[in-house]
């Protein structure tokens, strides 16, 4: 048994992450189905960005695991400034069975996981929201019939491809043995060496990787469309330029109709109406953005318990 983390979306073998998936699954079903974190034994959740569903859906999953979320305000925490990172989780991991951590730089992360004696889990970073996409494949699962039928459902992401759900959709999604294709202006499509790391997994799962410019080629025929905000945590300074750019990326029910007509609409929340979607896509019939929030808690649980059991 090897102590694991999960700081980026292929740190899960494709099977290992079917396993994660299948027990989100069964979470679904029961949500006290196992309950790993009994004793009360507590899980740090520390946050140096905004937080709402990210922090809702650990605390809650932590506490139905049997244990004691312990919600830590990175502002007052202040990590990386009174001391090492590494002197940090020194005194963290003497006391909590796993560590939750959303904040700026992937470097951040990489450093605590590497001092850590237990599990790390990235609740979001600049470049990485692996989490999100454990949801977001439970979601394509709960409505496409299962586990089972991932491998081969295309994928679409239209928006700022090169932001942190950019990233994990690409590696998320072809360990899951999807078609996974993003479209974005140029400027904002993902780095070189993510879509190369992408297309190496994807070799291994079936899976493909298309990188476009044109958002109307990278919706067609897809079975679930998915967007983001233009203006990520600590993007806000470009806010007004962004919205021009990715105008014609906006998904409204023109773009939708080029997906197959039974396409599912995916968005992370919080959304921003008029600006990356359309009021009538999120709130129509093909979206299911509130059982993709929903499904944060079944995945992190499924997660948590089994990065727990390969200690
Ligand atoms: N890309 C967004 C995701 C928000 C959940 C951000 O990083 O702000």
């Keep these: 048994m090897t102590l694991r983390h999960f700081l980026r979306d292929d740190d899960l073998t494709p099977a290992e992450q079917k396993q994660v998936l299948e027990l989100g699954m069964a979470f679904r079903e029961d949500r006290q189905?196992?309950?790993?974190?009994?004793?009360?034994?507590?899980?740090a959740f520390i946050t140096d960005k905004p937080t709402l569903r990210t922090q809702v859906s650990f605390a809650t999953g932590i506490a139905e695991l049997g244990g004691f979320p312990m919600v830590v305000d990175g502002n007052l925490a202040q990590i990386g400034k009174r001391e090492s990172i590494a002197d940090t989780t020194h005194v963290l991991d003497r006391m909590v069975s796993a560590i939750v951590w959303r904040t700026f730089g992937d470097d951040r992360i990489r450093e605590m996981a590497a001092a850590s004696g237990v599990p790390v889990v990235n609740a979001l970073t600049d470049g990485f929201h692996p989490c999100q996409i454990l949801a977001d494949l439970l979601t394509v699962a709960q409505h496409r019939g299962g586990v089972a039928a991932l491998p081969g459902q295309v994928l679409t992401y239209v928006g700022d491809a090169a932001n942190n759900m950019g990233n994990s959709y690409l590696l998320g999604g072809v360990t899951a043995g999807l078609h996974v294709r993003v479209g974005g202006p140029d400027g904002y499509l993902p780095d070189e060496a993510i879509v190369a790391r992408a297309r190496e997994i994807a070799a291994q799962t079936g899976g493909s990787v298309t990188v476009t410019t044109d958002a109307a080629e990278a919706v067609a025929g897809a079975d679930v469309v998915a967007t983001d905000t233009w203006v990520s945590m600590g993007a806000e300074a470009e806010a007004e330029a962004r919205a021009q750019v990715f105008l014609p990326y906006q998904l409204d029910a023109a773009l939708l109709a080029q997906a197959k007509p039974d396409a599912i609409v995916?968005?992370?929340?919080?959304?921003?109406?008029?600006?990356?979607?359309?009021?009538?896509?999120?709130?129509?019939?093909?979206?299911?953005?509130?059982?993709?929030?929903?499904?944060?808690?079944?995945?992190?649980?499924?997660?948590?318990?089994?990065?727990?059991e390969q200690r």
Excluded: M
Aim: hydrophobic share 45%.
């Design 266 to 308: 995916l968005h992370c929340l919080p959304a921003y109406r008029g600006k990356e979607i359309t009021a009538e896509v999120i709130d129509g019939p093909q979206s299911v953005v509130f059982d993709e929030a929903e499904n944060r808690l079944h995945a992190q649980k499924a997660l948590l318990t089994w990065l727990l």
């Design 33 to 43: 189905v196992r309950q790993p974190l009994a004793g009360p034994r507590a899980v």
